[in-house]
């Protein structure tokens, strides 16, 4: 334990000198100005803000570590280290989480809007953990941030498909297979009820296929991130 934080405070150190903490902080500034001056906004929309944060920027941030230490060499320092693969993805997991978590804790505090505490921040924690995963997945095989940032709308937009039927455009059963639809449902439970169902569904589903992902991404650590 005493090691994956020691990790996860120098991924911390990272991220602050790569600027990421700056951007979450602007971000969750403008956000939270909105709901202040705003304090009629419709909860849908909080809720679409709010769980977009560690979702999106989650997604974008770890594509953006991943290749700088791709470029800097720094994977190749990390493997004749003493640091297991599964501590690398958990020291990224942990500080990212970390920081969306207080990100849209900020956010939802400023929104006006009554909410349960516990229920956003697991969420955030399980949504998250989740995107990462899927974020880190997608990048492994790209080899510049140009590529990436070309890539990522094609990446994320399939993932973001359950909009639908949040926005009632649809109601596709369908949707319910991409794990967003489970974290949408969490976080509409942070704020308002949900159908007994729903719950039984986001409680399950998430945290089994961010398991799932989670196996995939020590796989992939090996087949594409190491040999490459």
């Not at 990272?14 to 602007?26: D, F």
């Not at 990212?96 to 969420?123: C, D, H, P, R, V």
């Not at 880190?136 to 639908?164: A, C, D, E, H």
Request: proline share 4%; net charge positive.
């Amino acid at each position: 334990m005493k090691k994956i934080l020691k990790i996860t405070l120098w991924e911390l150190i990272l991220q602050a000198r790569q600027h990421i903490l700056t951007v979450v902080g602007i971000i969750t500034l403008i956000y939270s100005l909105i709901f202040v001056f705003f304090d009629e906004f419709p909860t849908k929309f909080i809720i679409l803000l709010i769980s977009t944060d560690p979702t999106m920027l989650g997604f974008l941030f770890i594509g953006v570590l991943i290749l700088f230490e791709k470029g800097s060499k720094t994977i190749e320092a990390v493997v004749i280290t003493p640091i297991k693969k599964s501590e690398y993805l958990l020291a990224k997991i942990i500080s990212l989480t970390g920081i969306a978590l207080l990100s849209s804790l900020i956010m939802a505090f400023t929104s006006q809007k009554e909410f349960n505490f516990f229920i956003l921040s697991l969420a955030v924690l399980l949504s998250s953990a989740q995107f990462l995963l899927i974020g880190f997945l997608g990048v492994v095989r790209i080899k510049t941030i140009n590529q990436y940032l070309f890539t990522f709308p094609f990446l994320i937009s399939p993932l973001m498909l359950p909009l639908l039927n949040f926005f009632e455009i649809t109601d596709s059963i369908f949707l319910y297979i991409f794990p967003f639809q489970a974290c949408l449902l969490l976080f509409q439970a942070a704020f308002e009820p949900i159908l007994v169902w729903q719950w039984i569904y986001a409680l399950i589903y998430l945290p089994f296929s961010t398991i799932g992902f989670y196996l995939l991404a020590l796989k992939f650590y090996d087949k594409y991130l190491i040999q490459n």
